[in-house]
């Protein structure tokens, strides 16, 4: 880490870096243009016509062939240490963590840099982007699909896409929520203060990075 | 199941249990069982519940509405008109009116589009293709119908044969309404033995002809024959024209 190399002085605390930050903004975009190019594609006669529909389903198709490329390429590379740590964070668990997910919030707990709420939002993501590409390829390349299987593919589709469509405002709601937070998508870094109430078992492991030096 | 206290070095902070794994393989699992039972489940719903519930379900019971030009020709009930030509005894120029006081065929059946959405139990009314074809009189010689659409792009055809199955109708009421713009009214096709790409929209004209002229989306690439269960089907054992 590169902040600083006294740990008992350092203000601010990097939690994204520019590969972090890059792929999250680049995903963001993708998400963004599938939700927008699929609301006249699935609710087309809500809208009458109006639209190249066409060129939205072209959009819409290459904007999901393209939607893993951000978290793969941000993870492979020399580049990914930082995402690849964070991708161990995240699936891995405290029993605490566990605990804290199954009474709701209600039991105590030394937040990790995410909290269990934020890592679940990450990993329905991930696993949302791989079903939403297998079942949007069989829509798209149908032919070689029995027909059952095209219905249950748009079936998917369809309840994924709600779902998606919920985690992902609930996303924004909670970025939007949290200043800091949200600052640190954009700038890098958190407070240190910040750090000590919502992520405090992360900054101590930082600070003994730092310390090891 | 070993699980470190977080007081672990910070190397390896993280040796828990892989939750991220176990959430992300079941929500992949759930993924695949919805592709591979989601058909069933749907059908199942929508029989033990009534359709209604289809409404309800996302997905379960939705057009997408597909346009090749991308635009809805518009024609208005009053200026609506069908020609039938071709191989007949009787040219005729048939208006909406025309086509109501003739006999009157009404069921429900599903909307299957080959890419797999599917709409069960849709309630359409029209007139039967045969008994249209009765009307004008089919010339000896003709093998097969082409069909025509206001959006001057679409193009269908059948075989005789297909266009006399009882399920074949020119529709010109639908989900309980007349057939909206979007829906490729006033008056449309509706094939249902096949695939929804055959069911034409904005029907224009019927020409009975004396070979298969593949239609739009047959000359790119989708089986002449739409059948729903994707075989030749029962009345055209050709191969060759699937």
């Given amino acids: 880490m590169s902040i600083t190399r006294a740990p008992t002085t350092f203000y601010r605390v990097l939690r ?17 243009s599938l939700m927008v190019t699929a609301t006249p594609l699935y609710f087309g006669s809500f809208f009458g016509i109006v639209w190249p529909r066409h060129l939205i389903e072209m959009i819409h198709l290459w904007s999901g062939l393209a939607l893993p490329l951000p978290i793969l390429i941000s993870l492979i590379g020399p580049w990914g240490k930082a995402m690849r740590r964070d991708v161990r964070r995240i699936n891995y668990w405290t029993r605490e963590e566990i605990r804290w997910v199954r009474t709701l919030g209600r039991s105590r707990l030394e937040a990790d840099k995410f909290n269990p709420g934020q890592k679940l ?33 748009t079936f998917v589709h369809d309840l994924f896409a709600y779902a998606i469509f919920f985690v992902v405002v609930g996303h924004i709601v909670m970025a939007l929520t949290h200043r800091d937070t949200l600052r640190s998508i954009f700038e890098g870094s958190v407070s240190r203060n910040w750090a000590e109430r919502h992520a405090a078992r992360w900054l101590r492991e930082e600070q003994l990075d730092h310390t090891e030096l | 199941m070993s699980v470190e206290s977080h007081r672990g070095t910070p190397k390896e902070p993280h040796n828990g249990v892989n939750v991220g794994r176990r959430v992300f393989l079941g929500l992949a699992a759930l993924g695949a069982l919805g592709v591979a039972f989601g058909n069933s489940v749907q059908n199942f719903l929508g029989d033990a519940v009534g359709s209604g519930l289809g409404g309800l379900l996302p997905g379960g019971d939705r057009f997408r509405i597909y346009s090749i030009t991308g635009a809805y020709p518009k024609i208005t009930r009053d200026k609506y008109r069908l020609n039938v030509s071709g191989l007949v005894d ?9 086509l109501q006081s ?26 039967k293709l045969s008994d249209l074809l009765d009307r004008v009189g089919v010339k000896s010689g003709a093998v097969a119908v082409s069909f025509d659409s206001y959006d001057n792009a679409d193009t269908e055809s059948l075989t005789l044969e297909q266009a ?19 829906h490729g009214g006033p008056v449309r096709l509706y094939v249902a033995p096949m695939f929804g790409y055959k069911s034409l929209k904005w029907l224009s004209g019927i020409r009975v002809v004396d070979a298969i002229e593949p239609g ?22 050709d191969p060759g024209l699937t």
């Avoid at chain 2, 739009?216 to 054992?237: A, K, Q």
């Fill in chain 2, 102 to 127: 003739m006999p009157k065929t009404s069921f429900a059946k599903a909307f299957q589009c080959v890419t797999g959405w599917r709409v069960p139990d849709v309630p359409w009314e029209g007139v």
């Fill in chain 2, 216 to 237: 739009f989306w047959e000359r790119n690439g989708y089986p002449v024959n739409g059948w729903l269960d994707g075989t030749t089907g029962p009345n055209n054992p």
């Fill in chain 1, 121 to 153: 939002n990450a990993i329905f993501v991930s696993a949302s982007i791989l079903v939403m590409l297998v079942t949007g390829s069989m829509l798209q390349w149908f032919r070689f699909f029995p027909v059952s299987w095209r219905s249950g593919a």
């Fill in chain 1, 16 to 32: 994204f870096d520019r590969v972090q930050r890059g792929a999250h903004w680049a995903n963001a975009l993708l998400f963004f």
């Fill in chain 2, 90 to 98: 009787h040219p005729t120029t048939f208006t909406l009116a025309d």
């Fill in chain 2, 164 to 182: 006399h199955l009882p399920d074949v109708i020119v529709a010109y009421s639908m989900l309980g309404a007349p057939v909206t713009t979007e």
